[in-house]
Every structure is written in C-alpha cells, then in structure tokens.
C-alpha cells in the first residue's frame, strides 16, 4: 500500500489500519487521564488532554460526512465549517474540544468508533470514480478529502498520544 491512498481499497485500507492502531492506544489509556492536559495541541504551544484529541477526530470525521451530505444533495458547503475559514483550523479544533468537553471518555471513543464506521461505510458505498477520478472540493477528490480528515490526523495523533503515554509511564 501506497503512504497516500489512490484508490478505494488504499483508502479503506489506510483509514482502518490508522483507526485500528490508534484504538488499541486509547483504550491502554486510564479513565483518570483522559483529561490530563499533556498532548501537543493543533495550535502552536499549547497541550489539550487525550479527550480532546478524541473531539478532535470525532469532529473532523462529523464534517467529512456532513459535507458529503449537503454535497449530494446540491446544498452548499461552508467549507471547512461555517463561520471558520481554512486559515482558522485551530479555532475550529477549540470548538471541537468545547463541544465534546463534558462526555466520559468511554461514550467518546464509542462515538469515534461509530463516526469512524460510518465513515467506512460511506467509503464503501462509493466507487474509485465517484472518489478519485473527480474533483470533489477545488482542486481535491472526495477520496482525498476524506483522507486529509481520517486516517492521516489519526496517524498524526496517534504519534502525540504515543509520546503522552511514554511520559506518564503508561504501557
């Protein structure tokens, strides 16, 4: 397999490995750090807990089908999100992090698993045509699309979480 997915077998591929690996290490993290700031946040110099990096997926993963939904319906897209513009992305990871603040860190990676699901569902619904052999969002595929916000942030957090368990002696 190719580092970046070209097709759809590649991208169901890379987001259900990327998903698999990153699970296995939320669930070796404790209920009683989940909320402990210690993780690289996606702005420069600051740190968010582990839950917060489950917002982070999980609302990454809300938008990817939330904008192939309007799409296929002729609605427009706000693109990457309504009142937030590319150049605000860690803004828009602030509101993820508001947004899923007060859940337990068990319903989070229950709703990450579902949204990751839902997302390989979608995936498998369409063909490489409809995901790569199309410009999709300016100049990009939906597969692509779907890419940048699923397996690729998940590979980058799961470097983050990694380097959080290895400074809290969690094994």
């Avoid at 997302?119 to 490489?128: A, F, M, Q, T, Y």
């Avoid at 380097?163 to 809290?168: A, E, I, P, S, T």
Wanted: glycine share 6%; aromatic share 12%; proline share 3%.
């Amino acid at each position: 397999m190719s580092l970046v997915p070209k097709n759809k077998t590649e991208l169901q591929k890379a987001i259900t490995v990327a998903f698999d690996k990153i699970l296995v290490d939320y669930s070796t993290i404790p209920i009683e750090f989940s909320r402990e700031i210690g993780v690289v946040g996606n702005i420069k110099g600051t740190e968010i807990s582990v839950s917060d990096t489950l917002a982070y997926l999980i609302g990454w993963g809300k938008l990817v089908l939330k904008w192939y939904v309007l799409k296929s319906n002729n609605q427009a897209v706000d693109f990457p999100e309504t009142g937030y513009k590319w150049n605000e992305l860690g803004k828009l990871a602030q509101c993820f992090h508001l947004q899923y603040h007060d859940w337990p860190y068990v319903k989070l990676i229950d709703e990450f698993t579902l949204t990751i699901g839902n997302i390989l569902v979608l995936v498998e619904s369409l063909d490489n045509q409809k995901l790569y052999g199309e410009d999709w969002f300016e100049k990009y595929t939906l597969g692509k699309m779907i890419q940048f916000n699923t397996s690729s942030p998940m590979m980058n957090m799961r470097t983050k979480i990694r380097k959080f368990k290895k400074l809290n002696g969690i094994k």
